[in-house]
């Protein structure tokens, strides 16, 4: 056989293995669930925070949408999932992390959507059933649970300070450093560490002597604490900032950015 014709045929050859290798690649970019097709009417229909940012950041907010919905699969048990359901958990996720481009949430697999309150045990029967949302650990790792009405609900109260999808996704951005423990190194400032403990202490105290409108859950540990005041800083910034300016200003410097103000 001359020379070029076994040149041809190993040049066929690798060809043929690069485009094996390349088809192989491509099939598995997962794409979980095809994205809503009216993603951006939910999003203005639901979303107060989707709904104050310029045309410019609707589009970067969107597209953040559309990537969390693509690496993230979204299950209903007991329940059917809709396209709001999918696409209030991205809002959710995406709110407190907007101003960092680049976030992925590497500690998310799935979201488990139950149709309402659990127990500690997730069972969705019996009287002790007083958890609306939880990020799972154990056999639970990379899983977040969420209730469908309270994740409704946390986005149709407009005078409420409270979003339970958007407490879990705190409590995960306070799990990226590897603790829950209220103090989200990953996004935070070490220059801010000490001054953010010790708003944490004072405003605990004011909590327990009820001198305070912060939700007494927060008084619970510092990483309720970090959850509770941050659904407040997203769900009224208007109010935290008149009430708790300082706590207000800190977590601007957290989260890098001025919650858009809800008109109300
Ligand atoms: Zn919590």
């Known amino acids: 056989m001359d020379i070029v014709l076994i040149s041809i045929v190993i040049l066929v050859m690798i060809i043929l293995v690069i485009a094996f290798l390349v088809s192989k690649q491509k099939s598995t970019v997962i794409v979980a669930q095809p994205l809503p097709g009216n993603l951006s009417e939910i999003l203005l229909q639901q979303v107060e925070f989707y709904q104050q940012l310029d045309a410019s950041r609707k589009l970067v907010f969107e597209s953040r949408v559309q990537r969390f919905l693509a690496a993230v699969r979204i299950t209903g048990v007991n329940t059917t999932v809709e396209d709001l359901d ?5 809002a959710s996720a995406i709110i407190p992390i907007f101003a960092f481009p680049d976030w992925e ?4 697999h799935e979201v488990l959507i139950y149709p309402d309150s659990f127990n500690d ?11 609306l949302g939880v990020v799972g650990t154990g056999a639970y ?22 979003n339970t999808a958007i407490h879990e996704f705190i ?12 103090i989200p190194e990953v996004i935070m400032s070490n220059a801010y560490i000490i001054p953010w403990l010790e708003l944490v202490r004072k405003n605990i105290e004011a909590i327990r002597e009820s001198e305070s409108d912060i939700n007494p859950y927060a008084a619970t540990n510092q990483a309720e604490f970090f959850a509770v005041v941050s659904e407040y800083f997203f769900e009224r910034p208007d109010l935290l900032r008149s009430k708790h300016p300082q706590l207000y200003e800190l977590l601007v410097k957290i989260f890098r950015q001025q919650p858009p103000d809800p008109e109300i």
């Open 121 to 131: 045990t997730f069972q969705q029967q019996g009287s002790d059933r007083d958890t």
């Open 171 to 182: 409590h995960l951005v306070d799990k990226t450093d590897g603790a829950t423990d209220g």
């Open 86 to 90: 999918r696409v209030l958990v991205a």
């Open 141 to 162: 790792q990379n899983i977040m649970i969420l209730s469908q009405h309270e994740l409704r609900q946390g986005f149709l109260n407009k005078t409420g300070k409270s």
């Open 105 to 108: 949430y590497m500690n998310l």
